[in-house]
């Protein structure tokens, strides 16, 4: 089972995220993974036209898509936009998402906090709880900010409250989720919750610099990529795709 995960487009009105997002499109129509879930922030600054050139890309996909918001995106404009090209959304509430797909079940949790820039797993809880309590198979968990610290403090600012809450919850359960799989970063990095792997996308727009214990801002080398992890006999891998400068960028 290969699950895609796209994150943080930002694309804007200088076109060069949506060029990399077309080259990611074209390699997933070739490679065909089963499902591609998008971990938010799709645009920047409520750039309306945007969602719709994103949704249109997005639609050249043969197989299931999967969307969640991330803390810069306007999640109205997010759905009415995307309404126009597609019915992926949900019309009110949450975005969160819950699918089986061929023995694996995945879940996506909106922790977008309305009118703030910072995320917050604990309104969700209930239902997440609720949604994992019959899961008999492997599962994944996918957000948009990590449930922890990751040590840039930009970022850290706004990131995702209440990670501790998550694990207490997810530790009731007789199933743990075989990894959270989250965005925000704009680099890949991993760490745990508790006993869970936690692991955050690459962005297709460039990556940021790694602003660690007051380090220098270097330059970035990092190119801009996703994610592909593959489920099999219970277990995962997950594989970083990055995107070539020469094709993907201005």
């Not at 499109?25 to 645009?43: H, K």
């Not at 760490?191 to 801002?217: A, F, K, M, W, Y």
């Not at 190119?223 to 960028?249: N, Q």
Request: charged share 15%; glycine share 8%.
């Amino acid at each position: 089972m290969l699950i895609a995960q796209i994150s943080d487009i930002h694309a804007g009105p200088d076109l060069s995220s949506l060029r990399t997002l077309e080259w990611a499109i074209g390699w997933l129509r070739s490679f065909r993974p089963d499902v591609l879930v998008v971990t938010g922030d799709l645009v920047d600054d409520e750039w309306r036209q945007g969602y719709r050139l994103v949704a249109e890309s997005l639609r050249l996909l043969d197989f299931p898509v999967y969307l969640l918001p991330g803390n810069g995106d306007d999640v109205q404009l997010m759905r009415s936009e995307f309404a126009a090209v597609d019915t992926w959304i949900k019309a009110t509430g949450p975005m969160h998402f819950r699918v089986a797909v061929d023995g694996l079940a995945l879940f996506g949790v909106d922790v977008t906090v309305a009118g703030q820039s910072h995320g917050d797993v604990l309104p969700h809880l209930p239902w997440l709880m609720s949604a994992l309590a019959d899961v008999t198979t492997p599962a994944l968990l996918f957000m948009h900010q990590p449930p922890f610290a990751i040590g840039i403090e930009a970022l850290d600012r706004v990131g995702c409250r209440n990670g501790s809450a998550l694990l207490s919850t997810l530790e009731t359960i007789h199933r743990l989720p075989l990894a959270i799989l989250c965005g925000h970063v704009h680099r890949p990095a991993f760490g745990r919750l508790g006993i869970i792997p936690v692991q955050t996308c690459g962005s297709l727009c460039p990556p940021n610099p790694l602003l660690l214990e007051g380090r220098t801002d270097l330059p970035v080398i990092d190119a801009p990529s996703f994610l592909v992890h593959e489920v099999s006999d219970g277990g995962l891998v997950s594989h970083v795709v990055s995107i070539p400068a020469s094709d993907g960028r201005a």
